[in-house]
């Protein structure tokens, strides 16, 4: 019965993990939407190709961060999986 229940804990947490992800997806392809089809960006500089790879690096930047925790939340989870 105990194992029952802390699989079904497992499985909220991989869950969470996919949908955690996927909201970071959303997240990334809508702003790097944006930023490739903006013509001029808030302060009112026209965006040159040059420009906008900058912009991606910086929009990049927190989202690898983001990565490292995403992909050690999930060697977590698979490690507490495979011990029970």
């Known amino acids: 019965m105990c194992a029952e229940n802390s699989n079904g804990g497992r499985r909220k947490k ?23 089809t903006r013509q001029i960006d808030g302060s009112g500089a026209v965006q040159t190709p040059e420009i906008r790879i900058i912009t991606f690096i910086i929009l990049a930047v927190p989202f690898v961060f983001i990565l490292i925790v995403q992909l050690i939340w999930f060697y977590f989870i698979r490690k507490r999986t495979r011990h029970s």
């Not at 869950?15 to 992800?21: C, E, G, S, T, V």
């Open 14 to 36: 991989v869950k969470l993990w996919w949908i955690a992800n996927v909201f970071w997806v959303v997240v990334f392809s809508i702003l790097s939407i944006i930023i490739a």
